[in-house]
């Protein structure tokens, strides 16, 4: 009888033991799980681990550097195609000085001071290509008696995200549903992520980012929705259908609809 007793007791303790060991799997499991895609919104929460929250920050600061760059090009536009003007003062110099100023009043990083990181080197890097870029078109942007240059934001975005890619290997584009250039055409990822950022439930603003697979390699993938903004509006805008300056056909955006996104691809290490 105590036997009996003594086997029900112990299968009830084994009972115990196997339920407590479960649940302990289970929150280690969803910890496990929590940690790894606490970071796919980045300012809503940081990944615990360092070489990912550093991998996720550099792609953030490299978007903000690359659409405060094109934003530039958008706000000189009327000047670049002044017929009138010959030097616009629209110079390397000019729109490295702009840059290194306006990263560091919005985001408190100042290229203009040493800095060995390894995200100090990428801001860097990405600034000389907005000036080789501008400096490659020196000649188009002066040339008195011609009104539009063809030297258009996504223009230049374009050729600053070709050059980047060749000094570093990451990719840094503006997409977006509407593309006019094949370049720009979405791939199968951000397709599913303009979806997203087009639902309704998806809080405005808010970027997404996720570790893949990339060409058979591990890569950080981030993408930052984009905006119509009034400056669009000349080339994207209402009537839709009308051809617009470059000779394409408007789009009918509104202001302050999804338009696209930054995208960026970054291999990891």
Not at 177 to 202: C, I
Request: hydrophobic share 40%; glycine share 8%.
């Amino acid at each position: 009888m105590n036997l009996r007793i003594s086997d029900g007791l112990l299968s009830r303790q084994r009972l115990r033991v196997a339920k407590r060991a479960n649940s302990m799997n289970l929150r280690i499991m969803v910890v496990a799980v929590f940690c790894a895609m606490i970071w796919l919104l980045p300012g809503i929460a940081v990944s615990r681990d360092t070489a990912v929250a550093d991998g996720v920050e550099t792609a953030r600061q490299l978007i903000i550097l690359f659409k405060l760059s094109y934003s530039l090009v958008s706000e000189h536009q009327a000047e670049i195609n002044d017929p009138t003007k010959g030097d616009k003062g629209f110079t390397p110099a000019f729109v490295g000085e702009t840059l290194t100023t306006r990263l560091r009043n919005q985001e408190h990083i100042d290229l203009s001071q040493p800095d060995s990181t390894s995200q100090g080197a990428l801001l860097r890097s990405l600034l000389e290509c907005q000036k080789d870029v501008v400096a490659s078109y020196q000649a188009v942007i002066n040339r008195p008696g011609i009104g539009f240059k063809g030297f258009l934001p996504t223009l230049f975005a374009r050729k600053v995200g070709e050059q980047f890619f060749e000094k570093t290997g990451i990719k840094l584009k503006h997409m977006g549903t509407d593309y006019r250039f094949p370049g720009n055409k979405p791939d199968d990822f951000e397709t599913q992520v303009l979806r997203m950022f087009a639902d309704s439930r998806h809080p405005k603003g808010q970027p997404y980012g996720r570790n893949m697979m990339v060409a058979g390699k591990p890569a950080l993938r981030l993408m930052q929705p984009e905006y119509a903004t009034a400056s669009c509006l000349s080339c994207h805008g209402s009537p839709k259908g009308e051809r617009d300056i470059t000779g394409m056909r408007k789009e009918g955006w509104k202001e302050g609809e999804l338009t696209g996104a930054i995208s960026v691809t970054m291999p990891l290490r």
